[in-house]
């Protein structure tokens, strides 16, 4: 069984729907990661959440919205996107936040924005 | 700031030939490093990593890396390339003098394509 488990694997919108990117993980991490990947550029570190705290990138438009019920599941909430947003969206888990620890990653969400 | 280059967007190499896939790196305290590679339709997978100690390390896959501090830079290598290795390959560096310690910063990622 994969690791880290994202739903759906693509996921077409427009701009005024509301949908929820859903990510498990089945590794006994406490550290779950969203990043988001556009062609040509590096990866996009959104929003990160550990037992204790949730790190969120600044410049994370408000129309993501983070959920992290417990630390084996994330969800990524998404509502009124542009067609900018249009990216590969990868969650990612650690066990622990140290700095030696590697992340393992998911197949991601092919979002497409009409 | 932390920050990490991949030189080459792309780098072609025979099959059974050695490969190198490039990246340097800046921090201002200790580097930790990692590669990862991306198959396509698929999310990153962690290839190896460097914290300390030995300078080549080595990884999943026959891959390995060496560390050169003096050069800052993290090369990835393999002696034989295999076909099934042409892939999106990942830099990346964490810094550990100061805040931030989640944020792994990546390259922009090297295309590696291995010609039969």
């Known amino acids: 069984e994969t690791g880290v488990t994202q739903t759906p694997r693509h996921l077409v919108m427009g701009m005024t729907n509301k949908k929820s990117l859903k990510c498990e993980q089945h590794l006994g991490h406490n550290a779950m990661y969203w990043y988001k990947q556009s062609a040509k550029k590096p990866l996009e570190l959104m929003f990160v959440y550990s037992l204790e705290e949730r790190v969120e990138n600044n410049s994370v438009p408000s129309r993501f919205s983070p959920e992290c019920p417990n630390s084996s599941h994330l969800f990524l909430h998404l509502h009124t996107l542009q067609p900018e947003d249009s990216a590969l969206y990868l969650c990612a888990s650690s066990q622990g936040r140290g700095l030696g620890q590697p992340q393992h990653f998911g197949d991601g969400t092919r979002l497409s924005i009409l | 700031a932390q920050s990490v280059a991949q030189p080459e967007d792309q780098v072609n190499v025979a099959e059974g030939n050695p490969l190198t896939v490039k990246c340097t790196y800046s921090v201002s305290g200790n580097p930790y490093l990692f590669w990862y590679v991306q198959y396509p339709n698929r999310g990153l997978q962690f290839l190896l990593k460097y914290i300390t100690g030995d300078n080549l390390v080595k990884g999943s896959y026959g891959f390995e890396a060496e560390f050169n501090k003096s050069q800052t830079s993290f090369h990835l290598k393999k002696p034989s390339a295999l076909v099934s290795d042409s892939a999106l390959y990942f830099c990346?560096?964490?810094?550990?003098?100061?805040?931030?310690?989640?944020?792994?910063?990546f390259g922009k990622g090297t295309k590696l394509s291995v010609i039969p």
């Open positions: 990346a560096v964490r810094d550990d003098s100061g805040a931030g310690s989640y944020q792994l910063t």
